[in-house]
């Protein structure tokens, strides 16, 4: 039998690179097949329900909305995805009244170009549940207002929604975050010049009628919408009168006799040109930056495949990543030597993204935050803050260094300077996990709690409190001590055991998919779409001039 030949290096390392790329092409594949859950949801029966009531779907609607080539910047499509099975937000009632799956979480939200203006889009998901609001729907209702306003983007709702599903009332009603607060939100927005402009394409009840009544200017279709505080069942229950939708609150009575409406049109085609028209007058926006002309980088999303470890926890060169983003494939890199390699944990600078001038933050090699690349990052947040700066957070780190020396050194000094210059940084922050994003290093790298504008993942994120490993390894710990102080033996193979399960279990709570159902990021986006995602994210930053930060009691 001939001896199987040894590979160089070099044919090693190759061989690693395009076993990466297929195993990320595959990941990607996936990902866009788990979307489609969301965009057929119904599928041709809802489709057909619809065009019986003379209706569109709401994506359908949305793409009308929009100007011609353009696209929809979405976000939160991960929302809702098996939620009933995460004992969070109702789960257990989602499944008993099996609605435990809610891909795209009941509401289409994003940002699309309406006349030349960015607008935020809301769109009730009228093919699931009538369109009523879950407590995922209303966690993605407020998250999609918390960037509009923000960015002080108009919003725009296509109404058609039951209000509150009534079996999960108590995750809507009536806590800051549920379902008064977008009510709430549009009176805020408005008083501060964000217009907010409704088209009802449907029926809008009791606390749904808002959305009507509270809109800078609203639509309505004839003998299609209606808006009432009480529908007739409701009536007849309460006082004893019959009255038909229509004659309740159709869309004459709300534009002839209530005034509840602005607007009366005859179709959702009319009523979508009416609401183009409407934003015509929406003042035009501008970039508050000069823009340079975009060059496109030297090297391709493909090569970025291949130079992401299949492994969540291998080191990654993370140089090579922003060669993948960056405009030519140019970085300005902060202090690139300072610190030896404990340093280089991170790596800081700033690059030109989409013709964009913006700064970065990345996890290097095996991410972990020694008290050097602690201190490079707090004080590059500070150069991007007094520059007017906005700052990408490529999160890959499984958390600050530990043990005496690094105690005694100061890491929690210096970790927690990071994490103050990351909550008072007032320039537009985003953030992309790439890799294992844990414990304080989700803090100090901006994860959600930390306010980014937009907050996306890739396949190869995984946020968690900890590793698997190291959870099993604690909790395994306390565990054999409790049975060795009771006396008793061991069992070695139930331990092995349960540090799989725990391996298992934080991969799963961790994966992006789940994340994303509970709306902890944005989007998992492909390797194909994150630079196009990071430019427009950057572009939308950039509708807004930079604050000035006042960096509060830091210890530097």
């Given at each position: 039998?001939?001896?199987?030949?040894?590979?160089?290096?070099?044919?090693?390392?190759?061989?690693e690179?395009?076993?990466?790329?297929?195993?990320?092409?595959?990941?990607?594949?996936?990902?866009?097949?788990?979307?489609?859950?969301?965009y057929?949801i119904?599928?041709?029966?809802?489709?057909?329900?619809l065009?019986?009531?003379?209706?569109k779907?709401?994506r359908?609607l949305?793409?009308d909305?929009i100007?011609p080539?353009?696209?929809?910047?979405e976000?939160?499509l991960?929302?809702?995805?098996?939620?009933?099975?995460?004992?969070?937000?109702?789960?257990e009632?989602?499944?008993?009244e099996?609605r435990?799956?809610?891909?795209?979480?009941?509401?289409?939200?994003?940002?699309?170009?309406?006349?030349?203006?960015?607008?935020?889009?809301?769109?009730?998901?009228?093919?699931?549940?009538?369109?009523?609001y879950?407590?995922?729907?209303?966690?993605?209702?407020?998250?999609?207002q918390?960037?509009?306003?923000?960015?002080?983007?108009?919003?725009?709702?296509?109404?058609?929604s039951?209000?509150?599903?009534?079996?999960?009332?108590?995750?809507?009603?009536?806590?800051?975050?549920h379902f008064?607060?977008?009510?709430?939100?549009?009176?805020?927005?408005?008083?501060?010049?964000?217009?907010?402009?409704?088209?009802?394409?449907g029926?809008?009840?009791?606390?749904g009628?808002y959305?009507?009544?509270l809109?800078?200017?609203s639509?309505?279709?004839?003998?299609?919408?209606?808006?009432f505080?009480?529908?007739p069942?409701m009536?007849k229950s309460?006082?004893g009168?019959?009255?038909s939708?229509?004659?309740l609150?159709?869309?004459?009575?709300?534009?002839?006799?209530?005034?509840?409406?602005?607007?009366?049109v005859?179709s959702?085609?009319?009523g979508?040109?009416?609401?183009r028209?409407?934003?015509?007058f929406?003042?035009s926006?501008s970039?508050?930056?000069?823009?340079?002309?975009?060059?496109?980088?030297?090297?391709?999303?493909k090569?970025?495949?291949?130079?992401?470890p299949t492994n969540?926890?291998?080191?990654?060169?993370?140089?090579k990543?922003?060669?993948?983003?960056?405009d030519?494939?140019?970085i300005?890199?902060?202090?690139p030597t300072?610190?030896e390699?404990?340093?280089?944990?991170?790596?800081?600078?700033?690059?030109w993204?989409?013709?964009?001038?913006?700064?970065f933050?990345?996890?290097?090699?095996?991410?972990?935050?020694?008290?050097?690349?602690?201190?490079?990052a707090?004080?590059w947040?500070?150069?991007c803050?007094?520059?007017?700066?906005?700052?990408?957070?490529l999160?890959?780190?499984?958390?600050?260094?530990?043990g005496?020396?690094?105690?005694?050194g100061?890491i929690?000094?210096?970790?927690?300077?990071?994490?103050?210059t990351?909550?008072?940084l007032?320039v537009?922050k985003?953030?992309?996990?790439?890799g294992?994003?844990?414990?304080?290093?989700?803090?100090?790298?901006?994860?959600?709690?930390?306010?980014?504008?937009?907050?996306?993942t890739?396949?190869?994120g995984?946020?968690?409190?900890?590793?698997?490993?190291?959870a099993?390894?604690?909790v395994?710990?306390?565990r054999?001590k409790?049975?060795?102080?009771k006396g008793?033996?061991?069992?070695?193979a139930d331990?092995?055991?349960?540090?799989q399960?725990?391996?298992?279990?934080y991969?799963?709570?961790?994966?992006p998919?789940?994340?994303g159902?509970?709306?902890f990021h944005?989007g998992a986006i492909?390797?194909?779409e994150?630079?196009g995602k990071?430019?427009?994210?950057l572009?939308l930053?950039?509708r807004?001039?930079?604050?000035k930060?006042?960096w509060?009691?830091l210890?530097v």
């Amino acid at each position: 039998m001939a001896e199987e030949k040894k590979l160089t290096r070099a044919e090693r390392l190759a061989a690693e690179r395009e076993s990466n790329l297929k195993h990320w092409e595959a990941q990607d594949a996936e990902l866009m097949k788990h979307r489609e859950e969301a965009y057929n949801i119904g599928g041709a029966d809802q489709v057909a329900r619809l065009a019986k009531q003379g209706k569109k779907p709401m994506r359908d609607l949305v793409k009308d909305l929009i100007d011609p080539g353009t696209e929809f910047f979405e976000v939160g499509l991960d929302a809702g995805y098996n939620i009933g099975k995460v004992k969070l937000y109702g789960g257990e009632i989602y499944e008993s009244e099996k609605r435990g799956h809610i891909p795209g979480g009941g509401l289409v939200t994003g940002v699309g170009t309406i006349q030349g203006k960015d607008c935020m889009v809301f769109a009730n998901e009228n093919r699931y549940a009538a369109g009523t609001y879950f407590p995922i729907t209303l966690k993605k209702h407020m998250r999609a207002q918390a960037i509009a306003e923000r960015l002080r983007l108009p919003c725009v709702y296509i109404a058609d929604s039951g209000g509150i599903n009534l079996p999960l009332q108590l995750g809507c009603f009536a806590d800051d975050g549920h379902f008064g607060s977008m009510f709430y939100n549009m009176c805020r927005m408005s008083a501060n010049g964000i217009r907010q402009y409704t088209l009802s394409t449907g029926g809008n009840t009791a606390g749904g009628a808002y959305i009507v009544y509270l809109a800078s200017e609203s639509i309505m279709i004839e003998k299609m919408a209606y808006a009432f505080l009480a529908g007739p069942p409701m009536v007849k229950s309460a006082i004893g009168e019959t009255v038909s939708p229509e004659d309740l609150g159709g869309a004459y009575v709300h534009t002839k006799h209530s005034g509840g409406c602005d607007h009366i049109v005859k179709s959702q085609a009319e009523g979508i040109k009416k609401l183009r028209d409407i934003i015509d007058f929406e003042p035009s926006q501008s970039l508050y930056v000069e823009r340079r002309k975009a060059v496109a980088p030297q090297f391709d999303f493909k090569e970025m495949m291949r130079d992401t470890p299949t492994n969540t926890y291998q080191f990654i060169d993370i140089r090579k990543t922003l060669k993948c983003l960056a405009d030519d494939s140019y970085i300005h890199e902060y202090k690139p030597t300072y610190g030896e390699n404990r340093g280089d944990s991170i790596v800081a600078g700033k690059m030109w993204l989409g013709g964009l001038p913006i700064g970065f933050i990345a996890s290097n090699a095996n991410g972990v935050i020694y008290i050097e690349a602690a201190r490079k990052a707090t004080e590059w947040m500070i150069r991007c803050g007094n520059q007017g700066l906005p700052v990408l957070f490529l999160q890959g780190s499984p958390g600050y260094m530990v043990g005496k020396s690094e105690e005694w050194g100061g890491i929690g000094k210096y970790g927690s300077d990071m994490v103050r210059t990351c909550s008072v940084l007032n320039v537009p922050k985003i953030q992309y996990v790439i890799g294992p994003d844990h414990g304080a290093a989700n803090y100090g790298m901006c994860g959600r709690a930390f306010r980014p504008v937009f907050c996306f993942t890739n396949m190869r994120g995984r946020t968690t409190v900890m590793s698997g490993d190291t959870a099993g390894f604690i909790v395994e710990s306390v565990r054999r001590k409790n049975i060795i102080d009771k006396g008793q033996q061991v069992n070695e193979a139930d331990m092995a055991k349960f540090r799989q399960m725990m391996r298992d279990r934080y991969d799963a709570e961790g994966h992006p998919f789940l994340t994303g159902s509970l709306l902890f990021h944005d989007g998992a986006i492909a390797f194909s779409e994150v630079r196009g995602k990071l430019v427009r994210a950057l572009e939308l930053c950039y509708r807004q001039p930079m604050g000035k930060t006042d960096w509060g009691d830091l210890k530097v």
